[in-house]
């Protein structure tokens, strides 16, 4: 399975930008897809899943109420639609995804996930 994200760039602050991920050479159904993000000099950290039937969806709470994450299920992507974008968002944003379901309390945790794309950075100038 390969992940190709893009989507990000250089945004001012309060502006939006909208992320896509694409998931191909898929041979079982990525039931979790997903957000994570990496500052300099920060570990990843999680941003938003996904799951694909029902569509059940998590945030970090940095995030709530700015992001919206959704999923097509016809063409195995994931979009996150960042809106009300802040400098503290300035990351490189990874998609990620996993077949085998796991526990709600699991979601968060990125070694859960066995796929990732390669990144795509956002930059958030204030």
């Known amino acids: 399975v390969q992940l190709q994200a893009y989507g990000g760039g250089l945004v001012q602050a309060g502006g939006s930008l909208r992320l896509s991920c694409a998931a191909s050479?898929?041979?079982?159904?990525?039931?979790?897809m997903g957000w994570f993000r990496q500052a300099p000099g920060k570990e990843r950290e999680f941003v938003s899943t996904?799951?694909?039937?029902?569509?059940?969806?998590h945030y970090a709470d940095s995030v709530r109420g700015r992001f919206t994450v959704s999923r097509d299920s016809a063409t195995n992507s994931v979009y996150l639609q960042m809106n009300s974008l802040k400098p503290e968002d300035t990351a490189v944003y990874y998609c990620?995804?996993?077949?085998?379901?796991?526990?709600?309390?699991?979601?968060?945790?990125?070694?859960?996930?066995?796929?990732w794309g390669q990144g795509t950075q956002v930059t958030v100038s204030s």
């Open positions: 996904i799951t694909s039937s029902p569509r059940v969806t």
């Open positions: 050479g898929i041979t079982s159904p990525l039931y979790h």
């Open positions: 990620a995804a996993r077949s085998g379901r796991i526990i709600t309390s699991m979601v968060r945790r990125a070694e859960v996930y066995d796929y």
